[in-house]
């Protein structure tokens, strides 16, 4: 009888947590002995992995960010290098998180111990260097995105597409009617969805901006309604009494007339949930300096990256202003206005580019017979 799989999962920010928690269930489900240990959250820890280092104390954002924990960050690695030496599992899986993973990967690639990595870097938008370091420790790639495929395979890296997790047909545990009386909202006026970013570091510069310019559109339109899609993890000052706070984001992008949204993961799901949004994001002067040198490519957010056009207004560092993102919403959150109806129609483009349901499924199958099999 074979021995049961074991897995390093190393997820260190709120979605990849939620990434890994779903694959976890699939590869349990092919294979139900198997067992989990690893970096992440409290979804991957439900879905019976043993949490080495939770992704609370892992999600930094930019590069002084990076710097100024940096000593805490080398205990973690040693942490991690000895923890994999010593469990010795079947295959190590990386999820996201390329500043901390591909730094992993360099440092128990002497251990022979084969690395699947899912939710590949961004390389086609900066640091292309990292594929150097991919093709030389990874031995299985898995792409949530076609244009992803392509790319790394015209790089020299051998990188299987399974689809994007937004494809999954998503079960919502509550009723649009149920969340409105949760929230005592009403389907009279306009509702705006804030979505200030899933780390704190990003939250604190962008709360101000999101606070203002709320403001500005009261002044619009007094009767407008305000709920906050706030990450677990993260705290908000001075919320507003008015505001009602969500932290299944979610459930607040199906019910939302339109969202104000840090540049990231969440701009992808509300295409998918089709709902109207100005994207924005702001770094330390510093690390913004850094980035523009770094990038290449014409987009932040994933929607206008995925359509290779701007679908939509992105707001970035200085431009991101009060005024000017309050006059971008304006026409969003009213139903009636061509400019919403427009950017509607421009997401079915994007949705459909996800692929079908079953992503982690695949993934899961792709990983157990890599692991089993090899290049068999």
């Known amino acids: 009888m074979a021995e049961p799989l074991k897995f390093f999962l190393v997820a260190g920010e709120p979605s990849g947590d939620l990434h890994g928690g779903s694959l976890i269930h699939s590869i349990k489900n092919i294979e139900p002995n198997s067992s989990f240990m690893g970096h992440g959250g409290n979804t991957m820890r439900d879905a019976g992995m043993n949490i080495i280092e939770h992704s609370d104390r892992l999600a930094i954002m930019g590069f002084l960010e990076v710097l100024k924990h940096l000593p805490r960050m080398i205990k973690i690695m040693d942490k991690t290098v000895k923890t994999i030496s010593n469990a010795k599992p079947d295959r190590i899986i990386l999820i996201d998180y390329p500043g901390f993973n591909l730094r992993l990967a360099k440092n128990i690639f002497r251990l022979g111990i084969p690395i699947t990595y899912f939710i590949l870097p961004q390389a086609w ?5 990292r594929v150097e370091t991919m093709k030389a420790m990874l031995d299985q790639a898995l792409s949530i995105f076609p244009f992803e495929e392509e790319w790394y395979n015209l790089k020299g890296l051998p990188t299987t597409y399974v689809g994007h997790p937004f494809a999954e047909h ?13 929230h005592q909202l009403t389907i009279k006026h306009p509702i705006l969805v804030l979505l200030p970013g899933s780390r704190q570091q990003e939250v604190d510069r962008h709360w101000p901006i999101f606070l203002k310019t709320v403001a500005i559109l009261m002044g619009f339109n007094p009767n407008l309604q305000i709920i906050v899609g706030k990450a677990p993890n993260v705290k908000l000052l001075n919320v507003p009494d008015f505001f009602k706070v969500e932290e299944n ?6 019910v ?8 990231g993961t969440a701009t992808l799901e509300c295409a998918v949930e089709r709902t109207p949004m100005v994207v924005c994001y702001k770094l330390s002067y510093m690390s913004w300096l850094v980035a523009k040198s770094m990038i290449n490519v014409n987009y932040s957010s994933m929607v206008n990256l995925i359509a290779n056009e701007e679908l ?9 202003k009060p005024k000017i993102i309050a006059i971008a919403l304006t026409p969003l959150l009213d139903t009636k ?11 079915d483009k994007v949705r459909k580019s996800l692929g079908i349901p079953g992503v982690y499924d695949r993934a899961a199958e792709a990983i157990i017979t890599k692991t089993k099999y090899g290049n068999d």
């Open 125 to 129: 938008a900066w640091k292309e260097k």
């Open 170 to 182: 998503q079960h919502v545990d509550e009723s649009s009617k149920s969340f409105y009386q949760r």
């Open 249 to 254: 984001a979610r459930k607040a992008m199906i």
């Open 256 to 263: 939302g007339t339109a969202a104000l949204v840090s540049s």
């Open 312 to 320: 939509v207004p992105e707001f970035l560092q200085n431009e991101m």
């Open 337 to 347: 206005s061509k400019k919403r109806e427009t950017m509607l129609n421009r997401f």
